[in-house]
């Protein structure tokens, strides 16, 4: 929750930074393909549709907390994807486009 990352810094690092768990991650599969799932606020918001190249300037403590264990990833893992989401999950909110993982849920649903 990023409003709670707000309110504890440190809480909200070790909630979102987990380098031991990736650490324990590649020495029991030393190859495998780590999928990281990021957020769209290690972005500032001024562009719409952005590549990697874009520079990152996060918005937040979670945005910082995201982009510190991006950085993670990279270092320790040689096989790994970064997927930068918005609305992964939560509750519909009336006017906002579905959360991805519904997206995701009806493009399987609809073929």
């Known amino acids: 929750n990023?409003?709670?990352c707000?309110?504890?810094h440190e809480a909200a690092r070790l909630a979102n930074v987990?380098?031991?768990l990736a650490k324990a991650a590649v020495e029991v599969n030393p190859s495998v393909r780590f999928v990281f799932l990021s957020t769209d606020q290690v972005l500032d918001g001024r562009?719409?549709?952005v590549d990697e190249d874009v520079e990152a300037r996060p918005v937040n403590v979670y945005g910082q907390n995201k982009l510190d264990?991006?950085?993670v990833v990279k270092e320790l893992f040689s096989h790994w994807?970064?997927?930068r989401l918005s609305f992964v999950y939560g509750p519909q909110v009336?006017?906002?486009h579905s959360t991805f993982l519904q997206f995701a849920l009806d493009k399987l649903n609809t073929g």
């Open 2 to 4: 990023p409003a709670k």
């Open 6 to 8: 707000e309110e504890d």
């Open 18 to 20: 987990p380098k031991d």
């Open 47 to 49: 562009g719409h549709l």
């Open 69 to 71: 264990m991006e950085a």
């Open 81 to 83: 994807t970064i997927l």
């Open 94 to 96: 009336e006017g906002a």
